[in-house]
């Protein structure tokens, strides 16, 4: 199997920078989100169109950012 259609770009999600990226493995799109400045990965989503893929992971990264403690700097 083989990745096709792939896509990638940057957005800022509850104000963090993140990278975004989507392809179709076999019938089925995939996407990832992850974090722009050390690169982890955030989450993943799967869906038979690409907007229903990144809708999926954007849903799951915003809940963890949502979660991530900031402190204030000294």
């Not at 104000?15 to 400045?37: F, H, M, P, T």
Request: hydrophobic residues 30%.
């Amino acid at each position: 199997m083989r990745a096709e259609d792939y896509r990638r770009r940057r957005d800022r999600l509850e104000g963090w920078d993140i990278g975004i990226a989507s392809y179709k493995l076999g019938g089925r799109y995939c996407c990832e989100v992850d974090n722009a400045s050390p690169g982890g990965r955030l989450a993943r989503g799967e869906g038979d169109t690409r907007e229903e893929a990144e809708a999926e992971a954007l849903n799951k990264a915003r809940e963890m950012l949502a979660r991530t403690r900031v402190y204030p700097p000294r």
